[in-house]
């Protein structure tokens, strides 16, 4: 079996490393905020070129504490994109806020062109969702940004490392939410994500809101480090031994990143004459392949055959938000979001990831042609 993702092959590599820094962590007698945390912290930063960053439990979290940053109340209204992640719509409602959809483009991403339709005295913010690592159109988001001076929250899960006209998401908007779900670009071997910011003020108020809003940056405060609440916070920890594994996986997130375009292009060069609609990198942007994502209106059929043929696929995702039955009672207009619902029932995603052999990707081209020829 062919599958789909697995971090096997992944630990088996590096092992030694992966174990070693563990060990590293538990030895120095810190489980949470220690140095490898801080090490992190500092490295994610300068990678990415922000000014300020910190990390957080989970992807969600991220979000979450960017809404709560904001100040973001009951009935405050949240722009997103209706074919995201449930984690996007679960902050967003966590927050105290309603999420309000707008329908994707050719590319899975949120039509900008729509946003403005829906703008309203509520909203307060827009949260665009790089989806499967490539870039949203990032001019025209931060040009509505400012022009109804709504704040931008970049969902980054999904594209570490990838870029738009040369600088990377995550730095656009007023926050950068990454996750480092074993699956993503870079994966702990857990839960764990990141905020980027350029702003110091709203990086005190995540680093407070991160830990019960106990204050541990401003020097002026008489509270610092001291157990006090300066306000209402999450306990959104990311331990020593995720930091440690993450600190020694993002030396190499480079290579990863390589290493799936390199097998995306095989993809594409081997599928660009087949009935499939398949991704490609949008002007001005570098796709880094999370996902390698196609459309056929027979799906179901080439999924179920290509699984008997032992190669594993997933469909991310199967149902836009506005079908799910957590959602029913925001009561959406399916009208404005058919493109969502018609792309949700032909996509899928054929294996992708760093470990996956070029013999594997030239096997499932094969037998994806040999299937596409008979449905």
Known sequence: MIKFWSYQREYKKYKINIISSIKKSLSKGNIFFGNELKTLEKSFVKKYKSKYGIAVGSGTDALLISLKALDIKKNDE????????????????????KPILVDIDEDYLIDCNKIEKVISPKTKAIIPVHLYGQACNMDKLTKIGRKYKIEIIEDCAQAQGAKFKNKFVGTFGKFGCFSFYPTKILGAYGDGGFILT??????????????????????????????????????????????????FKLKYVEKFIKRRIYLAKIYLKELQNTSLKLPYNRKFSKHVYHLFTVYHPRKNQIVNKLYKKKIQTRVIYPYPIHKMKAYKKLKFDRKKLLKSEIKSKGIFSLPLYPELKKSEVLKICKIVKEILEKV
């Not at 830990?211 to 990311?238: A, H, P, Q």
């Open 78 to 97: 949240i722009i997103t994109a209706a074919n995201t992640a449930i984690p996007t719509i679960a902050a967003i409602i966590n927050s105290g806020a």
């Open 198 to 247: 350029n702003d110091f003020n709203y990086y005190k108020k995540i680093k407070r809101i991160r830990f019960y809003g106990i204050e541990t940056v401003d020097k002026k405060n008489k509270f610092k480090d001291e157990y006090y609440s300066n306000e209402n916070g999450l306990n959104s920890r990311l331990d020593e031994i995720q930091a440690g594994i993450l600190n």
